[in-house]
Structures are given as structure tokens and as C-alpha cells.
């Protein structure tokens, strides 16, 4: 049977057995709301990696609800606000069946592309939500993350205004994104925190240094972002550099393009014997071993991997159901200690940067 035959039927079988039963449910983190165990990062659907068929995203977001991925992440960076405005209809017709997650923090301007900057002070934070809030068309936003963080802004201002928004009604639970063990204790000590939105996959594990353990520790969810590490783990590609289009934002990541994409994808012959093993995809075993984490590290994980194709969205939630053994995971343990390449172009917004 030839590689392609193959995926194709693998990914079928996955959707079909996705389409049956939806994925279980976990409580994302203490006094959090019921979710589905994986949810979705919606940024793809219209920011980041070139041109999107609308048709194509929509069914996509429709099959999350087939599926029970009701975690629906999204942020006010992704298209400036555009990635907002494009979920707000599916946001309106499944209002009650799914947890909005928004994020603000990373400030852009539509007149000038280059400009970015990190936005923590207490007037920004009220500006960024009543944006949101009319971008989506809501009343309320479920899971309200600061993206990332100013260290010149006291957590007591920002997360103080954060707390506000809860207390006015506007928000329901707080999130953090990108911060440390010690950052999230601090902030956690001004208003109870839900969730802890960093990179976890078997490419990205400098979060376990501090940061899971303080999450397990206060009873907050990890929720990981980029748990296929940007489709590189999923065999969507082999070089962002050649075979991606110039305005996918893959091409900067110094672990994804030339030299570094060739050493890594060496790596990932245990992942591809594991998958013919289970009779899965590469995707589903790499999303299998960031769920399996929540039992590694005792605390709730919520990955929330992105996808523009509905076949893809039901193969995903499919890994849900797949259980790594003791030796699988031994094969899989050594990949993130031997990649080539940072996991972002500018490593200084990370809560790697800040590690002690």
C-alpha cells in the first residue's frame, strides 16, 4: 500500500470513529468549565499560513461541535481582529454547545505592519476586551488570556484588571499565556487563574522546567498550543522554506525551514513506527503524547491543535482515544533535547526568556 493510500485510510477511519462518538469531557482546572479533553486553535482558520477557503474553515469549526471540541480558541492579534470577526457567526449558532477562549496583550496596527509591541497596563487591558467583545458579537468571553507579558507591568495592575473584568461580568475565567512557574504563583495570588496557554509538544518541553509543575501545583489547566509543532509533527510538510507559500509565517521559524528541518525530521522515525504500530497518523500519536502528559504531570492538559479541513479536525480528535505505552513513550522521551532550532524567530517573548 503506497504512503498515500494509507494516510487516507487511516484519516478516514479516524473521522468515522470521531463522527460516532463524540470525545470525553474534563473540568479545565479548578472551577472551570466542562470542555472537551482537546480543543481547537481556531488561528489557522484565517491568520498565519497563507490563503484560506472560507467554505472549507467553516465546515471545519462545524465539525468541532460534531466532535465535542467545544474549547474554541481564538485572540485579538490573529488578522488584527479579523480571526474574531470570523468565528462570530459560528460563535452565534453554537453559543451554548461551546467555552470561548480570546486573548489581547500583542498590540498591532493595520497601518503599519512591522509594529508590535506588549500591552499589559490596566486601560489597555479594558480597551482589548470591549473589542473583543464586539468582534464576537458576545456578551460574555468564557477564558480571557493576557498572550503575553510585559515585565514592567506589576501583575497586581494587569491581572487587577483582568479580576475586574470578571467582577463586571465581561469575562468569566482568567488565562495566562507564555509566563513561568514563579509568574503564574504571582498572578495566581491576585485573582484564581484557570488556565496556562504555552507551546508543549515533543518538539517544545522548556515549559516542564517550571511552569507545568506550578500549574499542577495550583490546580490550573495547560492548555498547549502548537502540540503538532506548527504541522512539522503531523507530516504537513518537510521544509517551510520550499514548500510552504511566502506568506505563511512558518518560514521564520528557525526549526522549521533548511539545515535545522532537515536534522528534525530524522527525529521522527520512533513516531513514525509508532503510528504504522497503531495504525494511526504521525498527527495522532504526537497529539496522543501531549495528552498523556495530564497523567505524567498530574493536572489537566486541553491541547488545542488548529486545522482549515474537517477531515483533519476528526482525525485529531481521534487521538483522543489512542493510549502510548511505557516503552512507546521511552522511544518518544529523547526528541525535544536533540532539536535543531528555536521554536520562534524572537525567543524573547517566551517564558523561556525569563526562566531563571
Not at 493595520?110 to 482589548?128: E, L, M
Not at 482568567?174 to 491576585?190: I, K
Not at 513516531?271 to 497529539?287: K, R, S
Amino acid at each position: 500500500m503506497s504512503n498515500a493510500i494509507e494516510r487516507n485510510t487511516i484519516e478516514s477511519s479516524a473521522a468515522e470513529s470521531s463522527a460516532i462518538e463524540p470525545i470525553s469531557k474534563v473540568e479545565l482546572g479548578t472551577d472551570g468549565p466542562l470542555v472537551g479533553v482537546q480543543g481547537f486553535g481556531a488561528m489557522g482558520i484565517s491568520h498565519a499560513y497563507g490563503q484560506t477557503d472560507d467554505a472549507a474553515a467553516r465546515d471545519t469549526l462545524e465539525a468541532t461541535v460534531e466532535a465535542g471540541v467545544t474549547l474554541i480558541d481564538t485572540a485579538d492579534l490573529y488578522g488584527i481582529g479579523a480571526n474574531e470577526e470570523f468565528l462570530a457567526p459560528f460563535v452565534a449558532a453554537h453559543r451554548d454547545e461551546i467555552t470561548l477562549a480570546t486573548k489581547f496583550g500583542v498590540e498591532r496596527r493595520a497601518d503599519d505592519p512591522a509594529y508590535r509591541a506588549i500591552r499589559n497596563d490596566p486601560g489597555y487591558v479594558k480597551r482589548a476586551v470591549e473589542a473583543s467583545l464586539r468582534r464576537l458579537n458576545v456578551e460574555v468571553i468564557d477564558l480571557y488570556y493576557m498572550h503575553r507579558r510585559d515585565p514592567a507591568v506589576p501583575f497586581a495592575e494587569s491581572v487587577g484588571a483582568m479580576a475586574d473584568l470578571v467582577r463586571e461580568g465581561k469575562v468569566k475565567h482568567l488565562g495566562l499565556s507564555e509566563v513561568t512557574g514563579a509568574e503564574l504563583r504571582e498572578a495566581h495570588m491576585v485573582h484564581p487563574i484557570t488556565a496556562l496557554q504555552s507551546e508543549w509538544s515533543l518538539f517544545s518541553r522548556d515549559v516542564e522546567r517550571s511552569a507545568v509543575g506550578a500549574a499542577a501545583e495550583l490546580g490550573v489547566a495547560f492548555v498547549p498550543y502548537s502540540p503538532l509543532g506548527r504541522g512539522f509533527l503531523a507530516d504537513a510538510f518537510a521544509d517551510a522554506g520550499k514548500d510552504l507559500s511566502g506568506d505563511d509565517f512558518r518560514q521564520s521559524q528557525p526549526r522549521l525551514t533548511g539545515d535545522n528541518a532537515k536534522t528534525n525530521a530524522a527525529l521522527l522515525a520512533p513516531l513514525h513506527q509508532i503510528a504504522a504500530d497503531h495504525g494511526a497518523t504521525t498527527a495522532q500519536i504526537a497529539l496522543a503524547w501531549v495528552q498523556q502528559r495530564a497523567q505524567a504531570h498530574g493536572l489537566t492538559v486541553v491541547p488545542i491543535p488548529g486545522t482549515r479541513k474537517r477531515s483533519r479536525l476528526l482525525e485529531n480528535a481521534a487521538a483522543t482515544r489512542i493510549t502510548l505505552t511505557a516503552a512507546e513513550l521511552a522511544l518518544l522521551e529523547p526528541i525535544a533535547g536533540q532539536v535543531a532550532g528555536d521554536r520562534e524567530a524572537d525567543m524573547s517573548l517566551t517564558s523561556a526568556a525569563r526562566e531563571g
